[in-house]
């Protein structure tokens, strides 16, 4: 059984902040969390972040670059996003994208684990 569960998603004003936590999990063997992705009504599922199993390296959407904090905590198996000075724009379901190897793609089919997903709406 895998479990991948976002949370933290939310209604906030423009200029909020929110912080989205994934925790992923397995019964017999080991899943990472990798990377957030998002997915706004009419487009595709787009990349927001990923990082390395080292936390080295965090890589951001150039629409999100200073604003968005991509970290995780491997004793917890956990992956979080700290967004800040959020925008309308920002509003969509986000996702998180875990796999069984401990690397990072900015392509969502290379995922073989996905979480169901947390809201996040940004009022103007």
């Known amino acids: 059984q895998v479990q991948v569960v976002e949370s933290g998603g939310g209604l906030v004003q423009a200029g909020g902040s929110l912080r989205l936590s994934c925790a992923a999990s397995?019964?017999?063997?080991?899943?990472?969390?990798m990377a957030w992705f998002r997915q706004s009504p009419g487009k595709e599922r787009e990349l927001v972040a990923h990082?390395?199993?080292?936390?080295?390296?965090?890589s951001y959407a150039d629409s999100v670059k200073g604003r968005f904090i991509i970290s995780r905590d491997n004793a917890k198996n956990t992956m979080y996003l700290q967004m800040n000075s959020l925008k309308p724009e920002d509003t969509a379901v986000y996702y998180c994208?875990?796999?069984?190897?401990?690397?990072?793609?900015?392509?969502?089919?290379?995922?073989?684990?996905w979480g169901q997903g947390t809201q996040v709406t940004v009022s103007s």
């Open positions: 397995a019964r017999t063997f080991r899943i990472y969390p």
């Open positions: 994208a875990a796999d069984s190897y401990s690397r990072v793609s900015s392509v969502a089919a290379d995922y073989h684990y």
């Open positions: 990082i390395k199993w080292s936390g080295d390296s965090p």
